[in-house]
């Protein structure tokens, strides 16, 4: 039975409101996995804050690009952003399913300064490479050194690309399989969905496609 609607919906971003525009992106285009991304600023204090624009864009050399973007509510940048200006570094952890409620208290708009390691109770790592900590409870950790920061606007919810190159990855090996690949069933990964939602990328939520023949 042919579902597909005989009208779709339109949008443009210069007729629609930035959070609706906003909150049609999420939901379209999901799971995003999430960056865990620890900095640190000028005066050695650490940040820790999640965010879901975020993905891998090569492996020679091997490069992540995450943004933390401008508040919708004020305009203001994110402390996340102004640290990696300031020291260009940053750890990003992987985030499991028994991670997710405190990386979502990790999310919550601290005054600057404030270690959301210690307020949300997750524990501080030091790195071999770079400054910023790692996150201990993360079985996969990128240590990296910031190549880039590409500002795409000056307005609210405007995109700043933090572009990374990855130095070193730590890997619990209680997550690997016995080919020294990352099992998906063992590290149990959580993706970021529209508005207040989740995915948890383990049990039936997995399946395998074989990749077309050449």
Same mark, same amino acid.
């Given at each position: ?11 443009? !971003?210069?007729? #629609? ?10 939901? +379209? ?6 960056a ?11 940040n ?11 492996a ?45 208290? +990790? ?18 790592? !030091? ?23 590409i500002? #795409? ?28 690949r ?12 529209g508005?207040e ?8 939520a997995?399946?395998?496609?074989a990749?077309?023949?050449?």
């Amino acid at each position: 039975m042919d579902t597909t609607p005989s009208e779709f919906l339109h949008f443009d !971003p210069k007729d #629609t409101s930035v959070p609706h525009f906003h909150h049609l992106m999420l939901g +379209a285009i999901a799971p995003r996995p999430i960056a865990f991304a620890s900095t640190i600023d000028l005066e050695g204090r650490p940040n820790l804050s999640p965010f879901s624009f975020f993905n891998a864009f090569g492996a020679n050399p091997p490069i992540v690009v995450f943004s933390p973007s401008r508040r919708g509510t004020d305009n203001t940048t994110k402390h996340t952003y102004d640290n990696v200006k300031a020291v260009p570094e940053v750890v990003i952890n992987a985030v499991t399913f028994e991670m997710v409620q405190k990386m979502s208290d +990790a999310s919550a708009d601290f005054p600057k300064g404030v270690n959301e390691f210690d307020m949300v109770g997750f524990t501080m790592q !030091p790195s071999d490479l770079v400054k910023p900590f790692r996150v201990k409870e993360s079985p996969v950790q990128f240590e990296c050194r910031v190549l880039q920061v590409i500002e #795409t606007g000056q307005g609210k919810a405007a995109g700043n690309l933090v572009i990374c190159e990855i130095l070193r990855i730590h890997v619990n090996p209680e997550v690997m399989d016995e080919n020294g690949r990352i099992d998906p069933h063992k590290i149990d990964l959580v993706g970021r969905l529209g508005g207040e939602y989740y995915v948890r990328a383990s049990g039936s939520a997995l399946f395998e496609l074989a990749k077309p023949k050449s």
